[in-house]
């Protein structure tokens, strides 16, 4: 099993702000490699045909230097000479030969250090040969000059290239480093802030959020279109609300009165009951008009709906704000009182009830009518402790209140 959820577990992913920078970063590096490297190569072979023009020159500045002393054959001359000249330039070695090839005067560079071997690698490569120059006096030969390079101020050349291609290197990295994360907050900032309203959709259901507007033309036109599309989605959630909502009311309300149905009654007194405390009371009272199949038949079915949605609007107003009244179904209602205090406040209530009726209905036709009401009562816990219980208990009232006592309200019978 663990080995599965290794499996199925999502690799780390770099983000994009990470990928965007390491790009930026390794390109910045490579120009900036690629060009000192470049350019370093260009200067070396420069100053390689540079040092071979100057060896070339010091040579010939030396035969010039040692002509007179060569044709006496003069060595300590020639010898001072030459350390006039070779101590002050960059030579290695320097050899003054006669005529025959034999070696009047010689100097050679005795400094020793760890850069020394590193000196004559750099000189071998940039001064493979040495200079050999004919010493000539009156047209003709009567020496030559052997010279050799001094690698130092190649190597200190190459060593300032390569000290200042890491400089570059470095500067170049900290600023692409800069440029990148200013370049990347305006990509990965609108970015994030559409990914964020995105999520916020997707878990809360929030339609209502929108993505601000980016600074990159393309991301803000992907915002506009990101909020248009919210735009639709919260558009249509609204409609399928309100539809909701519509379908929800008509399934429990009368479509008449407006008044809640049997079935939201029912549930209503369920949790009333349920949430009731030991010493509370509540009562049911269930109604029945008085003829109304006379009001329908002789004055007609928009007769009978204008009497039942004036009875409705009364019974509304002989009740409180937490009451709840119900069409139950053709001319029958119910109340719902809860809590209550004693008895006599729900009797007086019924009574308001009978007397609110003996004012006159006016009919669609602009007659009037009385229409009277039959009102049984059942109480809780009096009476019954469950919901069909005390709707049941109530309706026996209210028969017994219509066929016996012709009228007007009746108490449940107690158990």
Not at 43 to 57: C, E, Q, T, V
Not at 65 to 75: G, I, N, P, Q, S
Not at 88 to 108: H, R
Not at 113 to 123: C, K
Request: glycine letters at 8%; hydrophobic letters at 45%.
């Amino acid at each position: 099993m663990n080995l599965l959820r290794k499996k199925r577990s999502a690799p780390d992913r770099p983000t994009l702000g990470k990928v965007l920078q390491r790009m930026n970063l390794g390109l910045a590096l490579i120009a900036v490699g690629t060009a000192g490297i470049f350019l370093t190569l260009v200067a070396l072979f420069a100053l390689r045909a540079y040092a071979n023009h100057n060896l070339h020159l010091i040579a010939r500045s030396i035969s010039y230097t040692v002509e007179a002393a060569v044709v006496f054959e003069d060595r300590p001359a020639v010898h001072e000479a030459l350390m006039m000249i070779a101590s002050s330039e960059e030579v290695s070695e320097v050899k003054i030969l006669s005529k025959q090839g034999l070696t009047l005067a010689g100097w050679s560079t005795q400094t020793e250090g760890p850069l020394q071997g590193l000196e004559r690698l750099v000189a071998h490569w940039a001064l493979p040969e040495a200079v050999i120059l004919p010493i000539t006096h009156e047209g003709k030969q009567v020496g030559m000059v052997w010279l050799s390079g001094n690698g130092n101020s190649l190597l200190k050349f190459l060593l300032r290239g390569i000290l200042g291609m890491l400089a570059c290197l470095m500067l170049s990295t900290l600023c692409a480093m800069v440029l990148s994360r200013r370049m990347l907050r305006g990509i990965v900032t609108s970015l994030d802030d559409i990914a964020n309203v995105a999520h916020a959709v997707r878990r809360d259901r929030t339609f209502g959020l929108r993505v601000p507007s980016a600074p990159i033309a393309e991301l803000h036109e992907l915002s506009c279109d990101f909020n248009g599309l919210l735009d639709e989605l919260q558009a249509w959630q609204t409609h399928l609300q309100q539809e909701n909502d519509s379908l929800a009311h008509r399934a429990t309300h009368d479509s008449l009165t407006g008044l809640p149905n049997r079935a939201f009654f029912e549930g209503r007194l369920s949790r009333a009951l349920g949430d009731i405390s030991n010493n509370e009371k509540l009562a049911v009272l269930f109604i029945d008009g008085d003829r109304f199949k006379e009001v329908n038949d002789n004055f007609g079915h928009a007769a009978g709906d204008a009497v039942l949605t004036t009875i409705a609007g009364r019974l509304r107003a002989q009740v409180r704000d937490n009451d709840l009244v119900a069409r139950i179904g053709g001319d029958e209602f119910a109340i719902l009182l809860a809590p209550i205090a004693s008895i006599d406040d729900v009797l007086k209530i019924a009574d308001n009830i009978i007397d609110c009726m003996q004012q006159a209905i006016t009919l669609p036709n602009e007659e009037t009518i009385i229409a009277a009401l039959s009102i049984g009562i059942a109480l809780y816990p009096e009476h019954a402790a469950t919901p069909q219980g005390l709707l049941r208990e109530a309706d026996n009232a209210m028969y017994q209140a219509k066929h016996l006592s012709h009228g007007g309200w009746r108490l449940a019978s107690f158990k």
